[in-house]
């Protein structure tokens, strides 16, 4: 996935630019570029490398123009070094382009546009968009870009400038996201909402195969067909300082530290007195009522929310549940249909994987239900219905607070299902998830200051792993409500350290994984009270028995758990069993994170990762 950003007015462009692509370098990372419109001159620089390198550079040779358009990148075709950056010049150097997505047939496109004499220099599929609006182009670059998009197959987003068209962009998108920021007497195109945050809060969503052709002063959207279409302003509602780090050290550990009023705010919006209301669903409570079987889908950490919820939805509203990672999902010719509610859970609203899911399960005639932290996002506006988890924008690549705010919204859904299905009001289910932020903060207070107990823990394996040759590894066991929680826990361990770890349910154990027992791996232990806290004790000792060093997650107070003489033991509040992975899963991300931190490693931006795969 990439970020695109495109600037027309007043302002000197290459420095909108620099700006916006720093609000968007959670989309991809590995390269960067401009290109501005300088005396009728179409002037590109670009660097392999953090956007910093572009900075540094534009900073000794500044690019003067008021027209431009910007990308950060994450490499599918090509690796990332200087000429597969983007921008791409077309082969006369007149067209610029920028693209998100992945061109399906840039092999066929590539082809004729050879024969037709074009030269590439990239190993790009996105360049060929470049040669194809150029062999396209008679004078109008929205024509041209139109006529193109006819040619082109897959996903993109992409921005366009003509070196003889000064201040006019053309955007076009399918299945890859694209807004336009609304300023005064400037306007903004971009992939996302904090590109233009700095400069204006209205935006509109451009919908699949819309074409924009802005100017400082108009902005005109045209259909497929080519028709002029009337486009919802819409008010972002947040603010870009919650896109900012505020004192914090990484944006990972901002948001770890902003879920207890993520929480706060998912139930005061979302409960009124023993009643849950989703304004925004769009699902009747009727439909509701004809469901026979739930499928949740997702990708990774949205997938282990889907996991959790399983547990809630089968307890509370006695509906079957099965959960589905994306790509699984889409490929297996699923049985759903019209009594099926899919339910599909993504932060970003745009991962390739899960917008196919949703695709496939509404061809077979299934209800689907989005749950997404992206207002406005694809998968938001395809779905039948949509419930926004609200957590504000979630810059780290490691999700924390969307996960937590899923979890939430997922816990509330599975009450809303219910009373749809006529249970009767449960005003301790009500009670109890009140309680969630209250313990979320207890706990996170904990952990305010920098030198706290899990920092230290972390600090400890790093020197047991540097003293065994860079060798060691962690297994997470839970059970129950917090199996996912422990595939979840290493999941933020391995893509922030890059240090192997596995999720395991603990009674599985027997079957194989304590095999792995020895003083090499470090292992979690999930171990709050439950139905399955004894078992769990029992596994403890099973490691102990083998040398394995734990890491017992607790409930607070628990003096049996203190004399299995594990090596180091979390506390966390006492909660109602079926809400605890919300305050479980606290410990395991910043564990996650101080390790990370002792590595030294770019917390924020682990290496081959981007914030939302809208590339399969
Ligand atoms: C989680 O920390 C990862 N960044 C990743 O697994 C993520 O959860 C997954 O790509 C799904 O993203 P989505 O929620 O935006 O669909």
């Avoid at 469901?291 to 889907?306: F, S």
């Avoid at 207070?445 to 920098?450: E, F």
């Amino acid at each position: 996935m990439c970020g695109i950003i495109g600037y027309t007015g007043k302002k000197n462009a290459t420095q909108v630019l620099v700006k916006g692509l720093s609000r968007l370098e959670y989309r991809g990372y590995d390269s960067a570029g401009v290109a501005v419109i300088r005396d009728q001159e179409l002037v590109i620089r670009k660097k392999k490398g953090k956007l910093s390198v572009l900075r540094d550079d534009l900073k000794k040779d500044p690019i003067q123009g008021k027209t431009g358009i910007g990308h950060t990148r994450w490499a599918t075709h090509g690796v990332p070094n200087d000429v597969n950056a983007h921008p791409h010049y077309d082969h006369k150097e007149k067209i610029a382009i920028v693209h998100n997505g992945i061109i399906e047939n840039y092999l066929d496109l590539k082809k004729m546009l050879e024969r037709k004499g074009y030269k590439f220099v990239s190993e790009t599929d996105s360049e060929a968009i470049a040669h194809l609006i150029s062999s396209n182009y008679k004078g109008d670059l929205r024509k041209a870009v139109q006529d193109s998009a006819k040619q082109m197959e897959g996903s993109y987003s992409i921005a366009a400038v003509h070196k003889g068209e000064p201040g006019r962009i053309v955007g076009m998108r399918n299945d890859s996201p694209l807004i336009i920021g609304i300023g005064e007497g400037e306007n903004f195109i971009a992939s996302d909402i904090p590109a233009v945050l700095d400069y204006t809060k209205k935006v509109v969503y451009l919908d699949n195969k819309e074409i924009v052709d802005l100017n400082e002063k108009t902005v005109l959207v045209y259909g497929p067909n080519g028709r002029k279409k009337k486009k919802k302003e819409v008010e972002i509602k947040w603010d870009i300082s919650q896109a900012e780090k505020n004192g914090f050290r990484h944006f990972m550990l901002k948001e770890i530290f902003e879920q207890p009023e993520v929480i706060k705010n998912i139930l005061e919006e979302r409960i009124e007195k023993e009643n849950v209301k989703f304004d925004e669903l769009k699902i009747t409570k009727n439909q509701l009522k004809k469901t026979k079987k739930i499928a949740i889908v997702a990708c990774g950490t949205a997938y282990h929310a889907g996991l959790t919820a399983q547990y809630a939805i089968e307890e509370v509203a006695k509906v079957p549940v099965w959960v589905d990672t994306s790509s699984e999902f889409r490929y297996r010719d699923p049985l759903v249909d019209k009594e099926t509610l899919v339910i599909v859970v993504s932060q970003s609203g745009e991962t390739a994987d899960t917008l196919a899911a949703l695709r496939e399960a509404r061809e077979k005639g299934a209800k689907v239900l989005a749950i997404c932290n992206v207002l406005g996002s694809s998968i938001a506006r395809e779905a039948d219905g949509v419930i926004y988890t609200h957590a504000g924008p979630e810059i780290a690549v490691a999700s924390t607070k969307a996960y937590t705010a899923q979890l939430v919204v997922l816990y509330l859904f599975a009450y809303y299902l219910a009373s749809a299905r006529g249970s009767k009001k449960n005003s301790g289910f009500i009670k109890e998830i009140k309680s969630l932020p209250a313990a979320a903060k207890k706990l996170l207070d904990q952990y305010s200051s920098k030198r706290n107990k899990i920092a230290k823990y972390a600090s400890e394996f790093h020197e047991y792993y540097l003293a065994r040759n860079n060798k060691s590894c962690f297994l997470y066991l839970g059970r129950n409500v917090n199996y996912p929680n422990a595939i979840e826990g290493a999941l933020k361990l391995k893509e922030i350290s890059y240090i192997s770890a596995e999720g395991y349910p603990a009674g599985e154990m027997k079957h194989g994984p304590i095999a792995l027992i020895d003083e090499n791996p470090w292992v979690v232990c999930i171990a709050v009270k439950g139905a399955t806290y004894e078992k769990m004790l029992s596994n403890i000792q099973e490691i102990k028995a083998r040398g394995g060093i734990i890491i017992a997650i607790a409930t607070e107070g628990d003096a049996k758990l203190k004399k299995s003489k594990v090596e180091y033991v979390i506390e966390t509040p006492r909660i109602k069993e079926l809400f605890s992975p919300a305050i479980v899963v606290i410990p395991l991300q910043l564990l996650a994170y101080y390790v990370a931190a002792e590595f030294g490693y770019d917390i924020d931006q682990p290496r081959n990762l981007a914030k939302s795969v809208t590339v399969e």
